[in-house]
């Protein structure tokens, strides 16, 4: 059975903290993604990571960072937590190429930054 | 900003009634892929299309792929309170293999 966890499902952190949120795939995908979901956006994609050490921005990078030092390990970082970074965080990951390469998501983080 | 939108964002039907969501991107895509998420779970795959025109059913659910490779629609045919869920449409662009650009998805309440 395929998984995708993430370290905690509901995180409250102050301002200006520095927050880590983890997420281990055990499918051995090249593959992995940061979003972040609020009502009316969607599911914003934040940074993306296709292999060990290697990332992309996405479209709301600003204020995050990440680190892939491991292949199913995918961490994102929030520098200085601010209040308008309180969202659900979702991490998913995905095989590379071919056909029907589903993303797998985790349960998902609830941080609030007071 | 997000380049991938969806409408309607929430829709309200009478179970039996059909429900359709419209997904339109700003540009090409090599692929689009359909997930549902239901009240405080995670998305879940339920399809990917390719091909320009494409269009592939999942019993009561039909998917359509635009000629043009930039919009998509779901239509779900006599809706049922299983059918409760934000159903999210994500696209890879063409040249950015592998980066799932996610829509801003629909929410459907279904009324017993």
Do not use: A, L
């Given at each position: 059975d395929v998984k995708v966890t993430q370290s905690s499902r509901y995180l409250v952190k102050r301002t200006g903290e520095k927050v880590f949120l983890e997420c281990v795939q055990d499918?051995?995908?090249?593959n992995m993604f940061w979003y972040r979901q609020d009502p009316g956006l969607g599911l914003r994609l934040i940074y993306f990571s296709y292999d060990v050490k290697m990332k992309e921005k996405g479209d709301i990078p600003e204020g995050y960072s990440v680190s892939r030092e491991k292949k199913e390990r995918f961490s994102l970082i929030l520098e200085s937590a601010s209040t308008n970074q309180t969202s659900m965080y979702l991490c998913a990951s995905r095989r590379q190429g071919g056909w029907n390469t589903e993303a797998f998501f985790g349960q998902g983080t609830r941080l609030t930054v007071v | 900003g997000q380049q991938v939108m969806q409408i309607p964002q929430y829709q309200h039907v009478q179970e039996g009634e059909d429900f359709t969501t419209y997904c339109n991107s700003s540009t090409t895509l090599s692929n689009i892929q359909w997930y549902k998420q239901r009240p405080g779970g995670h998305p879940v795959f339920l399809i990917q299309l390719v091909k320009s025109g494409e269009v592939k059913k999942q019993k009561r659910l039909t998917f359509q792929f635009g000629e043009a490779k930039k919009n998509s629609s779901l239509h779900i045919t006599a809706t049922q309170t299983t059918d409760v869920g934000t159903y999210f449409c994500a696209g890879e662009r063409g040249g950015a293999t592998n980066k799932l650009i996610f829509g801003t998805g629909t929410l459907l309440a279904v009324q017993p």
């Open positions: 499918m051995d995908h090249e | -």
